[in-house]
Nanobody, 119 residues
Framework: QVQLVESGGGLVQAGGSLRLACAAS????????MGWYRQAPGKQRELVAS???????NYADSVKGRFTISIVNAKNTVYLQMNSLKPEDTAVYYC?????????????WGQGTQVTVSS
């Protein structure tokens, strides 16, 4: 049974920083990709950033230059360093992982962690 456990959300003032972490546990052969999505009230879930197991990254335009995604394959853990936070970054942030497990490729979601940026 694979689980994704997120940590690091919270309340921060505009201009501040937060670091999210997401650890995948269970029998995992390899990581195809991991990433972070977010969903604000009344809005659709959107991709924030993603990274492949080999380290290729992709960012939403709204976070480029402010957020950095990284991965530690040995720990099956992905991080999202969020700097220069803005009130519009307020949302529930969800970890996503595409993993190679038994019996094949599977997608998993974390439970979500709240990020609130006050003005």
């Amino acid at each position: 049974q694979v689980q994704l456990v997120e940590s690091g959300g919270g309340l921060v003032q505009a201009g501040g920083s937060l670091r999210l972490a997401c650890a995948a546990s269970g029998t995992i052969f390899s990581i195809n990709a991991m990433g972070w999505y977010r969903q604000a009230p009344g809005k659709q879930r959107e991709l924030v950033a993603s990274i492949t197991g080999r380290g290729s990254t992709n960012y939403a335009d709204s976070v480029k230059g402010r957020f950095t995604i990284s991965i530690v394959n040995a720990k099956n853990t992905v991080y999202l360093q969020m700097n220069s936070l803005k009130p519009e970054d307020t949302a529930v942030y969800y970890c996503h992982a595409e993993l190679m497990v038994v019996p094949g490729r599977r997608n998993y979601w974390g439970q979500g962690t709240q990020v609130t940026v006050s003005s």
